[in-house]
């Protein structure tokens, strides 16, 4: 039974924001080093994938956090993980959708 991965828009274009910020302020290391994470996070749903902590606001949503900073949001669909969000730990949690 193979586990396929899908990334919504939303995901892919604050994956770009963040890569980009890491790579202006921090260097091209430093964003390998967090695309790694992601990757290594995201291997590890498939084989574990209600590893996350269940949303509060919407039923099966689920969060798993990436770095200090970063949250990642994603729902298990099936045989599907379905990657929703990153999300910045550091903002306003009212305004996190999940």
Known sequence: MAVEVIFKKRFVNNLIKVQIYL???WGEETAARFLKKIDN????LK???NSGISSEKI???RGLLI????MLFYKV???NIVILNLYDTRS????RSF
Do not use: A, C, L, W
């Open 23 to 25: 790579e202006k302020e």
């Open 92 to 95: 306003n949690p009212t305004n």
């Open 41 to 44: 996070r995201i291997n590890m």
């Open 67 to 70: 770095t200090k900073h970063n």
């Open 77 to 79: 669909d099936g045989n």
């Open 47 to 49: 084989s574990y994938p």
């Open 59 to 61: 039923r099966g949503v």
